[in-house]
Every structure is written in structure tokens, then in C-alpha cells.
Nanobody, 121 residues
Framework: QVQLVESGGGLVQPGGSLRLSCAAS????????MGWYRQAPGRQREVVAI???????NYAESVKGRFTISRDNALNTVYLQMNSLEPEDAAVYFC???????????????WGQGTQVTVSS
């Protein structure tokens, strides 16, 4: 089994910054793509940013230039630096990882439990 644990959420004023972290643990041989998603009340979960094992990234248009995703493969951790936060960024943020548990296992997707980000003055 694999566990993903997010941290770093909280309350921030508009224009402020937060840094989210997501650490994977458990039966891990290799982690492939990792990403951050968010879900606001009454809305579907949407992708925020994704990062490949080699470091290539993709962002939702709404966060380009404000958010930066990064990862540390040695620590099995993915980060999301969020700057210039807007009220529209408020949501529960989830991390996702594609994990291969053994050299011959299939890649399986795992989700964290989510961390709340609130943007309000």
C-alpha cells in the first residue's frame, strides 16, 4: 500500500502565498507522474499542475505564472508553491501520484486526503 500525506494548507489573505507538500510512503519502487488537483464546494475536481518524473510540468491556465510545482524524487515528495493567491483559489487541494510498487508491478494512481486552502481577508 501507498499513502500520500498533504500538508501546508491554511488561511491566507488575497495576494498571499502558501506552499503545499505531499509526501508518499509505503510500498514504492518508483513514482512516475505527480500532480495537484483542487475541488471547491459544488464544483468538480480539477487539475492544477502536474509534473513528470523527469521534471516537465503542465499548469492549468488559471494558475500559470502564480503557482509552481516541483518534486524531490529522493524524498518521494511533490510541492506546490502558490503565490498571488486569489479567493477563487480556495479549495481542498489533493495530490496524486502514479506509483509502481515493484519493478514488475503496474503503475497505480493514489490520492492524498486533501488539505484545505482558504483565501480570505
Amino acid at each position: 500500500q501507498v499513502q500520500l500525506v498533504e500538508s501546508g494548507g491554511g488561511l491566507v489573505q488575497p495576494g498571499g502565498s502558501l506552499r503545499l507538500s505531499c509526501a508518499a510512503s509505503g510500498s514504492i519502487f518508483r513514482i512516475y507522474g505527480m500532480g495537484w488537483y483542487r475541488q471547491a464546494p459544488g464544483r468538480q475536481r480539477e487539475v492544477v499542475a502536474i509534473i513528470a518524473r523527469g521534471g516537465s510540468t503542465n499548469y492549468a491556465e488559471s494558475v500559470k505564472g502564480r503557482f509552481t510545482i516541483s518534486r524531490d524524487n529522493a524524498l518521494n515528495t511533490v510541492y506546490l508553491q502558490m503565490n498571488s493567491l486569489e479567493p477563487e483559489d480556495a479549495a481542498v487541494y489533493f495530490c496524486n501520484a502514479g506509483v509502481q510498487s515493484t519493478p514488475v508491478a503496474n503503475i497505480r494512481g493514489y490520492w492524498g486526503q486533501g488539505t484545505q486552502v482558504t483565501v480570505s481577508s
